[in-house]
């Protein structure tokens, strides 16, 4: 056990997804030929001005509720000045004196336990352009498409106490900004990064040690193996009595080590002020309103609805809010139809990993809503057995997914024709329902018959008949 | 073709001329292209749109036959532009070096409006670096003189823009007003010049030195004229989210009765010239005496306006200016080996001396330990200056004060005295701070042979009242 307290604090950059950049038209657009997006206004030519894109506004409003945060009704802009060759005007417009989002907090769980991450503030800023330095052997090379696409950066209290625990706060937000849809969270694309702050302190002690600030970092993985890395580094400097120097590190992922940038003497006077292109921003209680009533179920709500509503397991439940859209397509699914728990054993065990194989949207999928009730059907009404079903049917329909389940099952001759054929099926159904009944009752409560006459009664809407039914019963259960 | 003579008409007046035939815009072109040349030695223009104006005056002839409905509202408008205006596909350089060669590849807001309501722009006039400057001294292309006397300065900023008008080679000029920069070379050339309310004209376009300050005005002959200009000029901008949304539309309601406040500090002041203190105290005499109410009311804050504008001004303009970095467009020193030295030597280079000393001491007084005991400060004083003039204007209609405490100095004598020309900004940094509308018009002649003017201010968005004021003043005069 260490005799230091871990004490971590995160800057998350999140680009957010707006069709255009924060302060003006020019398309955000990722992945375009270098300096194609780029207006005068990007470009930072002489006279121009920003406006602010209302959008950028709103999805920084919806991060903040859904963060608990207190919206500013008079955030402004400040410059943030400083000399780059990917920063056209030579200074960043940004929020630092009254940012759009203040307070708030997140709740994360590690290993059980709810933790609250308190949000120091959220603010509204531009990203600078890329500067490529290994293009050309003689120049470096700039471009600009990214130079005004809108960032929000979320600054957390420094109440993380692990790499681990950074970890999971780093991938809830990333989780959260994707259910939101204000990013689309793409680590690759660099749309999520972070800034490490991590300092030391004797257990106990209230007051906080020296800090180091890792740089940049632009994975989740590579920002806990950045803490870890300066955790282990400022024990042993602590351990040999020497005093953890304040400074700017980069991490780089090759060593998995991190490296000093500049030591605060050295740190920039970015000369604040407020950005006098810019007006105030005024927010109203009734935008605020409005935006909450557009926000969609938070997946900690959506989760226990799963759970109580729809009577899905916890595990279930878990898989379908990990992200937003199974979710919401799991709701669309079960528009006009009762039979929660296959639909959810269809959506999970086939359709997400067939979609995920297509690289299709789930609401793109092949095989459209009425097919999949149809299919769902079969099963239910013990047409076919749930087993056949997955395994026979729903491939072909996969592959022909306008012909009519009924119409596969037959043309494959799944289809449960005679009284025997259909009390098999049935008596199929419960039984895989029902495995760890199925080896109780081997191991020898035999007593269980009776609770699997009830199924099969129930799944037949009593249609079965009571002694054929025990026959096979007992029959498949003693094979 | 006899010469014309368009020196005392109103546009409406030779709108009336080219309509029924008497006049061509051709003829008005060339007319002005003349008086360019005749006073070409004044150094006013830097560059001439001879042949595109020449062309479009024969376009608008056309029009003017074929269909006169769809003539613009300022056709017959000759127009010059300050050298912080863009014109998309003419250059535009601050008058200075770091912008050598730039060519804009928009137009500003109010010079498209002019455009589209086919007026014509003759030429890119002389100015201060940026804007900056109370003579036009600092520029790259040299001063500009003034017509009046040779050996004195135009004023500046806008002082090419000054003295295209007062020298009769364009109708009016568009000049840009950061704390006195349309208003004191109207005033030093004899012309009217309007400083509209802060956010009455869209800024895109208008190459920044303080934003929170900077304001597009008008210099012209006449106070009709300017509010035509203006009224095409005025409304909102999408490229501007600080531009009023509020349009201007001109309507007269001028009456006999204004409560005026004679700014009495300012008319006693110690540096005020003892010629234009008499002129200006027999000027509210005679407004007096036409009926108005004249009030004579204090200020004391005074003395705190130019060092707290020179403040927020240069403060803003370190970093307006930052983007003049000799990377991205621009001048870009040879002598530069790195990027480092490409940032020094560039700007070192590219910016005169005047320029550098403002971004200084912009950069100063926003550094950490500094920015409160400055900057922070200077922002208080503008808030109770602007307090202080919207409790004024719930009294009185107007503020009246001269324009300049001096008429126009010989050339190079600012220079060696750079205090004493930031203090002669005293009367015109009043209105800006605040960012009220305030107009210069020619009050007199002094016994040296220079013009002077008288100073107007109202109301944020009272431009209509400020002009009617105005008019009913010069052509009583």
């Known amino acids: ?51 602010l894109n209302e959008g950028v506004l709103e999805k920084a409003i919806r991060l903040g509720l859904a963060l608990n945060c207190e919206i500013s009704n008079n955030s402004f802009f400040d410059r943030k000045n400083y000399f780059y060759a990917d920063l056209p005007k030579g200074y960043q417009i940004t929020q630092d004196e009254n940012p759009i989002c203040q307070g708030g907090f997140l709740e994360i769980t590690v290993q059980d336990q709810t933790r609250k991450i308190r949000i120091h503030h959220i603010h509204i800023e531009e990203d600078a352009g890329k500067s490529i330095h290994d293009l050309d052997p003689r120049f470096s090379c700039i471009d600009l498409n990214r130079a005004g696409v809108p960032l929000l950066e979320v600054v957390t209290e420094p109440d993380l106490r692990s790499p681990e625990e950074a970890a999971i706060f780093f991938s809830e937000l990333r989780k959260l900004a994707k259910w939101l849809d204000i990013s689309d969270g793409n680590m ?88 006098p292109d810019l007006p105030v921003v005024n927010i109203v209680e009734e935008d605020i309103i409005r935006i909450q009533n557009s926000m969609p179920e938070m997946p900690a709500e959506r989760k226990s609805d799963f759970i109580q509503k729809y009577q899905l397991s916890e595990y279930e439940a878990a898989l379908l809010t990990e992200e937003k859209m199974p979710g919401d397509y799991f709701l669309f699914l079960i528009e006009n139809n009762s039979n929660y728990k296959l639909i959810s054993n269809l959506l999970i065990n086939k359709i997400l990993p067939e ?98 006459m009830g199924e099969v009664m129930k799944a037949t809407r009593g249609k079965a008949d009571p002694k054929l039914s025990n026959q096979m019963l007992r029959k498949k259960l003693e094979s | 073709m006899s010469p014309i003579d368009l020196s005392s008409k109103t546009l409406s007046s030779i709108q009336q001329l080219l309509r029924s035939g008497q006049l061509t815009f051709v003829q008005i072109v060339r007319h002005y292209l003349n008086r360019i040349q005749a006073t070409r030695h004044l150094n006013a223009y830097i560059e001439i749109f001879e042949e595109e104006a020449l062309e479009k005056a024969r376009q608008l002839d056309q029009k003017i036959q074929q269909s006169p409905e769809s003539l613009g509202h300022l056709f017959g408008a000759v127009i010059s532009i300050k050298d912080v205006l863009c014109y998309k596909d003419h250059k535009v350089s601050g008058a200075a070096k770091i912008l050598e060669g730039f060519t804009s590849l928009y137009s500003a807001t109010a010079v498209e409006r002019l455009v589209n309501e086919d007026a014509i722009i003759i030429g890119r006039v002389n100015c201060d670096q940026f804007g900056m400057g109370s003579s036009n001294e600092n520029s790259i292309y040299g001063p500009v003189k003034n017509a009046a006397d040779e050996t004195c300065v135009s004023g500046g900023s806008s002082g090419g823009s000054a003295v295209a008008v007062q020298t009769g080679t364009c109708l009016a000029s568009l000049g840009t007003d950061t704390g006195g920069s349309v208003r004191q070379p109207a005033a030093y050339c004899g012309v009217v010049g309007l400083k509209p309310t802060y956010g009455r004209i869209s800024r895109h376009g208008l190459l920044a030195y303080a934003s929170s300050f900077d304001q597009i005005g008008i210099l012209a002959k006449q106070v009709e004229d300017a509010a035509m200009i203006l009224e095409v000029m005025a409304g909102p901008d999408d490229f501007d989210s600080s531009a009023s949304q509020q349009l201007f539309k001109r309507t007269t309601a001028p009456h006999s009765n204004y409560k005026i406040a004679a700014l009495r500090p300012a008319i006693e002041h110690h540096s005020l010239d003892t010629e234009i203190k008499e002129n200006t105290f027999n000027k509210i005499k005679d407004l007096e005496n036409q009926g108005h109410s004249v009030e004579w009311i204090d200020f004391d804050l005074l003395e705190y306006l130019v060092p707290a504008y020179y403040i927020l001004t240069a403060a803003e303009a370190s970093s307006n200016l930052a983007r003049y970095d000799g990377i991205h467009y621009g001048y870009r020193s040879p002598n530069a080996t790195n990027l480092e030295e490409t940032y020094m030597l560039s700007r070192s280079e590219g910016f005169s001396a005047e320029v550098k000393k403002r971004i200084l001491m912009g950069t100063f007084v926003l550094s950490s330990g500094y920015y409160d005991a400055c900057y922070g400060k200077a922002q208080k004083i503008r808030r109770l200056v602007q307090d202080a003039i919207f409790k004024i204007f719930k009294k009185y209609d107007f503020i009246i004060l001269p324009t300049t405490p001096e008429t126009a100095p010989k050339i190079g004598k600012g220079i060696k005295d750079p205090m004493k020309m930031y203090l002669a900004d005293i009367f015109t940094v009043f209105a800006s701070l605040a960012g009220v509308p305030a107009i210069s018009v020619p009050l007199g002649v002094h016994s040296n042979g220079l013009p002077y003017g008288i100073q107007v201010i109202s109301q944020s968005f009272e431009e209509n009242k400020l002009l009617d004021f105005c008019d009913y003043m010069y052509r009583g005069l």
């Open chain 1, 1 to 51: 056990m260490s005799k230091y307290e871990t004490v971590i604090g995160l800057e998350v950059h999140i680009q957010l997804n707006t069709n255009s950049k924060v302060f003006c038209g020019d398309s955000a657009a990722f992945g375009s030929e270098p300096n194609e997006h780029i207006s005068a206004i990007s470009l930072g030519h002489p006279g121009t001005l920003p406006r």
């Open chain 1, 188 to 275: 690759e694309e660099g749309s999520m990064r972070c800034d490490c702050n991590l300092s030391l302190r004797p257990m106990g002690s209230s007051e906080y040690g020296t800090r180091t600030e890792v740089k940049n970092v632009n994975s989740i993985r590579f920002a806990k193996k950045a803490l870890e890395y300066e955790q282990e580094r400022q024990t042993k400097v602590l351990n040999k009595g020497e005093k953890v120097i304040q400074q700017t590190r980069t991490f780089d992922p090759e060593s998995g080590k991190t490296y000093p940038l500049r030591e605060k003497e050295e740190a920039h006077d970015y000369r604040y002020f407020p950005e």
């Open chain 1, 355 to 452: 979609a995920k194989e297509l690289r299709k949207s789930l609401f793109d999928f092949p095989i459209e809503k009425e097919n999949i009730h149809a299919f769902i059907e079969l099963i239910s009404s013990n047409k076919v057995s749930a087993s056949i079903a997955y395994q026979r049917v729903w491939p072909e329909l996969l592959k022909h997914p306008n012909t009519s389940p009924e119409e596969m099952a037959s043309k494959l001759n799944v289809l449960q024709n005679s009284d025997t054929d259909f009390l098999e099926s049935a008596i199929n159904n419960v039984l895989e329902k029902f495995p760890d009944k199925v080896t109780a009752y081997q191991k020898g409560k035999k007593g269980l018959i009776g609770f699997f």
